[in-house]
């Protein structure tokens, strides 16, 4: 570690060494990271790094954390022998003894890496111009290689584990203890990378590996750039990968996971939820193996039971019996999911199938094709009984997503300031149900952090 300047008390500019490979850069990658028009890479490697740099923050606003650090700056050296990164004004909450925390560096890095690759190699070479599915998930294949997230040696165990960051101490212990549990079983954790439902498993989990002294555990998380700033990732993550928006990051989820535990959240969760449901119903993935329990403390039953007679009045009964709620019993979720881990890897080598990537799945264009949640796009949404169920999920997914767009990404808080709540109308009973899931998020605070005021962004209209 080079200079260290530390004249302000809160934060800290220092030069900083690379991680791994990522330590030579050509001029032209260079140029395009500190480019700072429209078309550069600066701001969205700027928002990425600092979001990964303010590793204790507590709030969910992206635009909050990019007002309070505007004076945060990171340029890129080139030299002879590889480069390095001035950070300017950066957290000092990422630093210990005036030296980067190894873990913080590594994910900066791996930022570094994704931003260059997905969003300046992949848009010179025109992939983002994608027509076909198997050309989206192709991309998710090479962004995950590159991101050297796949373990060929290692049979099917990562467990994908979704739930919100505004949760509650007694559903947050619980997450703990239910990763404790996986760990045990020597299962890798898979989240969203935040704090809430996306650390406790984590955390939990790796006590369990010290307990069966496993040494190369592995706690992925996959995150994309509206939302990393709201939800930077926590201390646990060993692996981080950045996809480059809401839909990719889904499907590497599916992809690279085995299997999925989702812990009570707000409209992410929701949203999460919706998606897989969506996926699994199509008629080509029915006899693929794919594990999938909902569980919470005690406390956290009638949110499930809200959550399931949601899906039940949407998308019936079929997608009801693809998944397994168990309330307050992690011993027992760990087990099913090892269980379930077992019949896939049964699967997998049946049909000869890779471990380390689902290509089995099928997943419509209508779960890929990336979703820009404007006022117009929003009130476009067709929610209706009318869409085959596999449809419906993917717009009620896209509608739970402009809701967590317009509660902590940037883009979308600067979108409500001027232009008003979002309008969300369809078929009169479906709008019911959505209308009494998203008061049951506000009244049990799962929209945002406990403690901060909630306003909606969004209103409900039904279509008689």
Same mark, same amino acid.
């Given at each position: 570690m080079g200079h260290c300047d530390t004249a302000n008390t809160n934060t800290i500019t220092a030069i900083v060494?690379?991680?791994?490979?990522?330590n030579v850069l050509s001029s032209h990658e260079v140029s395009k990271l500190q480019d700072t028009s429209k078309t550069g890479l600066y701001s969205l490697f700027r928002r990425c790094a600092l979001a990964v740099l303010n590793c204790d923050s507590e709030k969910d606003n992206a635009q909050d954390l990019m007002a309070e650090h505007e004076n945060f700056n990171i340029h890129i050296i080139q030299e002879p022998r590889g480069l390095k990164l001035e950070l300017i004004n950066a957290p000092r909450c990422a630093f210990v003894n005036k030296k980067l925390i190894l873990g913080v560096k590594e994910n900066l890095f791996s930022v570094l890496r994704d931003i260059l690759y997905v969003f300046s190699k992949m848009e010179e070479q025109g992939l983002f111009e994608l027509n076909k599915s198997q050309d989206v998930t192709n991309l998710v294949f090479e962004i995950l290689r590159h991101a050297q997230a796949f373990d060929l040696k290692r049979p099917p165990n990562i467990v994908v584990c979704w739930g919100g960051h505004a949760i509650g101490r007694e559903e947050y212990t619980y997450t703990k203890v239910v990763g404790y549990n996986l760990g045990l079983y020597g299962l890798d954790i898979c989240t969203g990378c935040g704090p809430g439902a996306m650390k406790g498993p984590m955390k939990g989990a790796y006590i369990g590996h010290a307990k069966q002294r496993i040494v190369k555990?592995?706690? %992925?998380?996959?995150?994309?750039?509206? %939302? %990393?700033?709201?939800?930077?990732?926590?201390?646990?993550v060993n692996e981080l990968v950045i996809m480059p928006d809401i839909e990719k990051r889904l499907e590497a989820f599916i992809r690279l996971g085995h299997g999925i535990v989702i812990f009570p959240g707000g409209p992410g969760t929701a949203e999460e939820v919706l998606y897989i449901l969506g996926v699994l119903l199509h008629e080509k993935n029915q006899d693929i193996p794919f594990p999938l329990i909902f569980t919470g403390p005690s406390h956290s039953a009638d949110y499930f039971q809200r959550i399931d007679t949601f899906i039940g009045a949407t998308l019936g009964q079929g997608a009801q019996s693809l998944y397994q709620i168990i309330v307050n019993d992690p011993p027992a979720v760990a087990e099913a999911i090892k269980n379930g881990l077992d019949k896939v890897t049964r699967f997998r080598r049946a049909s000869k199938d890779a471990y380390h990537f689902n290509w089995k799945l099928t997943i419509d264009r209508l779960f890929q094709e990336p979703f820009e949640p404007t006022h117009e796009a929003m009130a476009n949404l067709t929610l209706s009984y009318d869409l085959?169920?596999?449809?419906?999920?993917?717009?009620l997914r896209r509608a739970m997503s402009g809701i967590v767009a317009g509660n902590i990404k940037e883009n979308g808080i600067k979108s409500i300031e001027q232009h008003g709540l979002f309008n969300l109308s369809g078929d009169q009973k479906l709008m019911q149900h959505i209308d009494e899931l998203l008061s049951s998020f506000v009244a049990q605070h799962r929209m945002k952090l406990p403690g901060s005021h909630y306003k909606p962004c969004y209103v409900i209209n039904n279509k008689s």
């Amino acid at each position: 570690m080079g200079h260290c300047d530390t004249a302000n008390t809160n934060t800290i500019t220092a030069i900083v060494n690379p991680t791994g490979s990522m330590n030579v850069l050509s001029s032209h990658e260079v140029s395009k990271l500190q480019d700072t028009s429209k078309t550069g890479l600066y701001s969205l490697f700027r928002r990425c790094a600092l979001a990964v740099l303010n590793c204790d923050s507590e709030k969910d606003n992206a635009q909050d954390l990019m007002a309070e650090h505007e004076n945060f700056n990171i340029h890129i050296i080139q030299e002879p022998r590889g480069l390095k990164l001035e950070l300017i004004n950066a957290p000092r909450c990422a630093f210990v003894n005036k030296k980067l925390i190894l873990g913080v560096k590594e994910n900066l890095f791996s930022v570094l890496r994704d931003i260059l690759y997905v969003f300046s190699k992949m848009e010179e070479q025109g992939l983002f111009e994608l027509n076909k599915s198997q050309d989206v998930t192709n991309l998710v294949f090479e962004i995950l290689r590159h991101a050297q997230a796949f373990d060929l040696k290692r049979p099917p165990n990562i467990v994908v584990c979704w739930g919100g960051h505004a949760i509650g101490r007694e559903e947050y212990t619980y997450t703990k203890v239910v990763g404790y549990n996986l760990g045990l079983y020597g299962l890798d954790i898979c989240t969203g990378c935040g704090p809430g439902a996306m650390k406790g498993p984590m955390k939990g989990a790796y006590i369990g590996h010290a307990k069966q002294r496993i040494v190369k555990s592995r706690f %992925i998380g996959l995150t994309e750039p509206d %939302i %990393i700033a709201a939800e930077s990732p926590n201390p646990i993550v060993n692996e981080l990968v950045i996809m480059p928006d809401i839909e990719k990051r889904l499907e590497a989820f599916i992809r690279l996971g085995h299997g999925i535990v989702i812990f009570p959240g707000g409209p992410g969760t929701a949203e999460e939820v919706l998606y897989i449901l969506g996926v699994l119903l199509h008629e080509k993935n029915q006899d693929i193996p794919f594990p999938l329990i909902f569980t919470g403390p005690s406390h956290s039953a009638d949110y499930f039971q809200r959550i399931d007679t949601f899906i039940g009045a949407t998308l019936g009964q079929g997608a009801q019996s693809l998944y397994q709620i168990i309330v307050n019993d992690p011993p027992a979720v760990a087990e099913a999911i090892k269980n379930g881990l077992d019949k896939v890897t049964r699967f997998r080598r049946a049909s000869k199938d890779a471990y380390h990537f689902n290509w089995k799945l099928t997943i419509d264009r209508l779960f890929q094709e990336p979703f820009e949640p404007t006022h117009e796009a929003m009130a476009n949404l067709t929610l209706s009984y009318d869409l085959p169920p596999s449809e419906l999920a993917a717009n009620l997914r896209r509608a739970m997503s402009g809701i967590v767009a317009g509660n902590i990404k940037e883009n979308g808080i600067k979108s409500i300031e001027q232009h008003g709540l979002f309008n969300l109308s369809g078929d009169q009973k479906l709008m019911q149900h959505i209308d009494e899931l998203l008061s049951s998020f506000v009244a049990q605070h799962r929209m945002k952090l406990p403690g901060s005021h909630y306003k909606p962004c969004y209103v409900i209209n039904n279509k008689s």
